[in-house]
Structure formats: structure tokens, C-alpha cells
């Protein structure tokens, strides 16, 4: 079975930092680009970091520039992000999602999980 497999979410306070980590179940993650998303409660799903199936090439949202990284370890099947100096305006449920065109074009998505920055 074909699955993403997201985990590392969880309680930080601001100015803190968490890992997420996306798994591929099922299926090689080395012929996609990888993204990751987030939906915060009554908003939109936004475009957050994109990485090439080749890692070669990155993208960030504006509003994340500077604090968070995507990389990926094609060994070991998963993408992550690096989410440093965590602002309150980053809490939302984050999901990653395997994708071509660097992430113009999605196809498999993980189940999501919710990272919540708080004092």
C-alpha cells in the first residue's frame, strides 16, 4: 500500500524548533519532488517548501524564508523539514505530499500532523 507517513509534530513554544519527517510506505520517494503543506484552522492550504527528486533544488514560502529547511535522505525514503525559531502564526496541521514540477502538480498525500506554537 502506497503511503506518506508524516510525524514530528507536536507542543513548542515560540522561538522553538521541531523536525518533521515525511516517510515513504509502499513506494520509492526518489522519483518525486517532495512538499510540504500546512492548513492552519479556517485557512486555506499553503505551499510551505518543495524539494527536487534530486534535492538539487529548493523553494520556500516568504514566510519561512531563513527559518526552515527541507532536505531528504533518498536511503532512508524521507523528506524533512527543519522548522527553527517557530512563531505562533505557524501552528496548523502539516502534511507533506509527493509531487512533479516542483510541486506545481501533487499526487500522494500523507495524513497530516499538527504542529502547534504556543506559550
Known amino acids: 500500500q502506497v503511503q506518506l507517513v508524516e510525524s514530528g509534530g507536536g507542543l513548542v513554544q515560540p522561538g522553538g524548533s521541531l523536525r518533521l519527517s515525511c516517510a515513504g510506505s509502499g513506494f520509492s520517494l526518489d522519483y518525486y519532488d517532495i512538499g510540504w503543506f500546512r492548513q492552519a484552522p479556517g485557512k486555506e492550504r499553503e505551499g510551505v517548501s518543495c524539494i527536487s527528486s534530486s534535492g538539487g533544488s529548493t523553494s520556500y514560502a516568504d514566510s519561512?524564508?531563513?527559518?526552515?529547511?527541507?532536505?531528504?535522505?533518498?536511503?532512508?525514503?524521507?523528506?524533512?523539514?527543519?522548522?527553527?525559531?517557530?512563531?505562533?502564526?505557524?501552528?496548523?496541521?502539516?502534511?507533506?505530499?509527493?509531487?512533479?514540477?516542483?510541486?506545481?502538480?501533487?499526487?500522494?498525500?500523507?495524513?497530516?500532523?499538527?504542529?502547534?506554537?504556543?506559550?
Open 64 to 119: 519561512v524564508k531563513g527559518r526552515f529547511t527541507i532536505s531528504r535522505d533518498n536511503a532512508k525514503n524521507t523528506v524533512y523539514l527543519q522548522m527553527n525559531n517557530l512563531k505562533p502564526e505557524d501552528t496548523a496541521v502539516y502534511y507533506c505530499a509527493t509531487a512533479f514540477g516542483l510541486c506545481v502538480t501533487t499526487t500522494h498525500w500523507g495524513q497530516g500532523t499538527q504542529v502547534t506554537v504556543s506559550s
